[in-house]
């Protein structure tokens, strides 16, 4: 089984709320009216009538001829006359409402309908398909405008929620530096063989976690914007793969590293994609029970740098693929769930994109996508949101 869950900076939503588009009006040539059309067909099949009833008729009298062809004709006209009116009510005044209410639809009435709907013929089939269509499009825009007010509700949420995690960490780790001075003044006076030596040492590595978890808090709530330099992407990544090399050495794990083309310099910021890596390969790392390999490779295309880790680790399950990146979100008994969103947000504002694939009891593959030259509006947005 293969599931994927796919990271974008522009999304759905996004599109939705993007200003609206003035409908440009649609360029039409010049045309012949389609009744004229409909009408000269059968003028001409009743003129050609109406001459060989002239001919027929030579053999009458003169007066007897005149009365025949005066009726044959007024004939004719009445027959035109009447096409021309059912076409007029029947068809003209249909189109012209239709064309009329997309007018309206264009212009952002949803509650345009017409109505000949309920006739019974093909006429009526297309005004209860337009109707269905505008019924349509109104409740996907509904729809839409929901999930927009709801996604601007969760981030001022979010928001608010970052500030007060971001303020509560910076008043935690104050007190908290002097309790590790603390315990470290208390174990350096213990002697050798003090029971209390192992309870000290329990308790600095609990100090130590919440020093981690305060200081990766802090970086999501209030991240610095990337110090961006034109530099060796290569050397980036080589130096998270040396690191996680000797994270992984206790393991019997191998940290492969495959660089597939030429890469350019790409305009990154080293220290914050070392730690995008560092957090995909320690993930990788604590995925695998047994020996096996992670495969680091690195290429290029079309303005954009790819960065695979790919481990073969336990993967993760369809229904818990949704909620990797979100903040706080782990399935490991020491893990904070903070390291893929902090992640995402490094990939985010250098532009790029981070996607994952995994099949349960194979492994997992994150791919990170990274514009080689950043574009003139990005840089400096940086989101406060966790
Ligand atoms: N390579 C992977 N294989 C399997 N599961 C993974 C992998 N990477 C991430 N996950 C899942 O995604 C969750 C979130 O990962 P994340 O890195 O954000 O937090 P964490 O690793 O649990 O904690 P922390 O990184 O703070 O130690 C993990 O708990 C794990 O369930
Ligand atoms: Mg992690």
């Given at each position: 089984?293969t599931?994927s869950a796919?990271i974008?900076?522009?999304?759905v939503?996004?599109?939705?709320?993007?200003?609206?588009?003035?409908?440009s009006?649609?360029?039409?040539?010049?045309?012949?009216?389609?009744?004229?059309?409909?009408?000269?067909?059968?003028?001409?099949?009743?003129?050609?009538?109406?001459l060989?009833?002239?001919?027929?008729s030579?053999?009458l009298?003169?007066?007897?001829?005149?009365?025949?062809?005066?009726?044959a004709?007024?004939?004719?006209?009445l027959?035109?006359?009447?096409?021309?009116?059912?076409?007029?009510?029947?068809?003209?005044?249909?189109?012209?409402?239709?064309?009329?209410?997309?007018?309206r639809?264009?212009?952002?009435?949803?509650d345009?309908?017409v109505?000949?709907c309920?006739?019974?013929?093909?006429?009526?089939?297309?005004?209860?398909d337009?109707?269905?269509?505008?019924?349509q499009?109104?409740?996907?825009?509904?729809?839409?405008q929901?999930?927009?007010?709801?996604?601007?509700?969760?981030?001022?949420?979010?928001?608010?929620?970052?500030?007060l995690?971001?303020g509560?960490?910076?008043e935690?780790?104050?007190?908290?530096?002097?309790?590790?001075?603390?315990?470290?003044?208390?174990?350096?006076?213990l002697?050798?063989?003090?029971?209390?030596?192992l309870?000290?040492?329990?308790?600095k590595?609990?100090?130590?976690?919440?020093n981690?978890?305060?200081?990766?808090?802090?970086?999501?709530a209030?991240p610095?914007?990337?110090?961006?330099?034109?530099?060796?992407?290569?050397?980036?990544v080589?130096?998270?793969?040396?690191?996680?090399?000797?994270?992984?050495?206790?393991?019997?794990?191998?940290v492969?590293?495959?660089i597939?083309?030429?890469i350019?310099?790409?305009?990154?910021?080293?220290n914050q994609i070392?730690?995008?890596?560092?957090?995909?390969?320690?993930?990788?790392?604590?995925?695998m029970?047994k020996?096996?390999?992670?495969r680091?490779?690195?290429?290029?295309?079309?303005?954009?740098?790819?960065?695979?880790?790919a481990?073969?680790?336990?993967?993760?399950?369809?229904e818990?693929?949704?909620?990797?990146?979100?903040?706080?979100?782990?399935?490991?008994?020491?893990?904070?769930?903070?390291?893929?969103?902090?992640?995402?947000?490094?990939v985010?504002?250098?532009?790029?994109?981070?996607d994952?694939?995994?099949?349960?009891?194979?492994?997992?593959?994150?791919?990170?996508?990274?514009p080689?030259?950043?574009s003139?509006?990005?840089?400096?947005v940086?989101?406060?949101?966790?």
């Open positions: 089984m599931a796919t974008r900076a522009g999304d939503l996004g599109e939705a709320t993007s200003p609206a588009v003035e409908p009006p649609v360029a039409r040539t010049r045309h012949i009216s389609w009744a004229l059309k409909a009408v000269l067909p059968v003028a001409a099949v009743l003129l050609n009538g109406l060989l009833f002239v001919l027929v030579l053999s009298a003169a007066g007897e001829r005149h009365v025949v062809i005066t009726v004709t007024a004939g004719a006209f027959v035109c006359a009447a096409v021309i009116m059912v076409f007029a009510v029947s068809v003209r005044r249909p189109m012209l409402e239709l064309q009329d209410k997309i007018a639809v264009r212009l952002g009435d949803m345009a309908s109505s000949f309920g006739r019974n013929d093909e006429i009526g089939d297309l005004g209860c337009f109707n269905d269509m505008v019924a499009l109104k409740a996907s825009r509904e729809e839409i929901r999930l927009h007010q709801t996604q601007m509700s969760r981030a001022e949420h979010f928001a608010t929620l970052g500030e995690a971001a509560l960490a910076h935690i780790r104050n007190p908290l530096a002097g309790i590790a001075g603390v315990i470290e003044i208390v174990s350096r006076d002697p050798p063989n003090s029971a209390a030596r309870v000290i040492k329990d308790a590595e609990e100090t130590l976690q919440i981690r978890i305060l200081t990766e808090l802090l970086e999501i209030r610095k914007p990337p110090q961006f330099r034109v530099s060796d992407v290569c050397s980036t080589e130096h998270a793969v040396m690191f996680a090399r000797q994270q992984a050495i206790t393991k019997r794990i191998t492969e590293f495959e597939k083309d030429t350019p310099p790409v305009e990154h910021d080293p070392n730690q995008v890596l560092l957090n995909l390969l320690l993930n990788a790392i604590q995925s029970d020996p096996g390999v992670i680091v490779s690195l290429k290029h295309d079309d303005g954009a740098v790819f960065i695979t880790v481990d073969e680790g336990k993967g993760i399950p369809p818990t693929l949704p909620n990797i990146f979100r903040p706080f979100f782990t399935t490991k008994g020491h893990g904070t769930g903070l390291g893929l969103s902090l992640a995402r947000r490094i985010d504002s250098h532009g790029g994109h981070i994952v694939t995994s099949v349960v009891g194979k492994g997992t593959q994150f791919l990170v996508e990274l080689i030259t950043r003139a509006d990005q840089g400096s940086v989101s406060s949101t966790i």
